[in-house]
């Protein structure tokens, strides 16, 4: 089982860049799970459109056999579910197949104004774990889709011993962007001591600003790392995602889709 967790600043499209090489990665017959680690909840968005789900509160004598319902948002997290039925839940209803047969997992978040967003990773990722998702499952490949903002608590938790084998981070050469993957990149660093995932490298998306290039390799330079791969700034991302589809189902053909079948192919090869 390959586990790798992408890492990266809110906008970046790391999302988008996740999802994108987990229906790549699915296409070529792999078995893949996506663990969306944002309190936003949008990480497999573009998986789940569609997507029949019961709530799982069937009565036992069978007159409630448990409401179905089809959406966009099609799951609920495992904070929500955690909120609501402590641990009265079913493995299937925190984890969905969306598109292709990827597994789409969302940690959730906190009640707003109320408690810590790194919370929801920690339970979603224990809550795997307890239910046997990795045996009853089996993927071949692990992608976790970690918002890169802040490294701490929660946030690090796909970092740790037993988790990713790996951490990449997606960044473009705007100077935000470029300051998060530096922060991602040192705190990766300074969890190597323990036993955590290690850096794995950057992946270049471009935003077509000054530099850039000599930017983001400056940045892998100075912590010994590489640019693994690079995204075309491309309308064809928008134009997928006006759809509520990953690129790779949208315009399979296009060159932007095969951009995503090599980067895939590379974290496969890492």
């Keep these: 089982m390959k586990k790798i967790a992408i890492y990266g600043k809110g906008g970046i499209g790391k999302s988008t860049t996740v999802s994108n090489v987990a229906v790549a990665l699915a296409q070529e017959g792999y078995t893949v799970m996506q663990i969306g680690c944002d309190p936003k909840a949008d990480s ?3 998986l789940r ?3 029949s789900v019961t709530d799982g509160n069937k009565d036992t004598d069978n007159s409630n056999p448990g409401k179905s319902y089809r959406s966009r948002a099609g799951i609920k997290t495992v904070l ?3 909120r609501e039925r ?6 299937e209803e925190m984890a969905v197949k969306g598109s292709n047969g990827v597994i789409c997992v969302e940690a959730g978040g906190p009640t707003p104004g109320v408690g810590c967003a790194g919370r929801g990773i920690i339970a979603a990722l224990d809550k795997l774990k307890e239910k046997g998702a990795y045996e009853i499952y089996k993927p071949d490949v692990v992608l976790y889709d970690v918002l890169g903002d802040v490294v701490c608590g929660g946030f690090s938790m796909p970092m740790r011993a037993g988790y990713a084998d790996k951490v990449y981070i997606v960044t ?3 100077n935000m962007a470029i300051h998060a993957a530096a922060n991602i990149a040192m705190a990766v660093q300074s969890f190597k001591s323990k036993g955590y995932a290690e850096l794995g490298g950057l992946i270049l998306n471009h935003h077509d600003v000054k530099n850039e290039n000599e930017k983001v390799l ?5 912590f010994e790392t590489s640019v693994i791969g690079e995204l075309t700034r491309s309308e064809t991302v928008q134009e997928a995602e006006e759809l509520g589809k990953t690129v790779m189902e949208a315009f399979p053909d296009s060159p932007m889709a095969e951009e995503y079948r090599k980067l ?4 496969l090869e890492m």
Excluded at 264 to 267: D, E, F, H, M, V
């Design 44 to 46: 497999t968005l573009s």
């Design 49 to 51: 459109r569609n997507i």
């Design 80 to 82: 929500d579910l955690i």
């Design 86 to 91: 402590g641990n009265d839940f079913k493995l």
């Design 172 to 174: 473009s050469g705007e």
């Design 218 to 222: 400056e940045l892998a330079n100075d």
């Design 264 to 267: 895939a192919r590379k974290l």
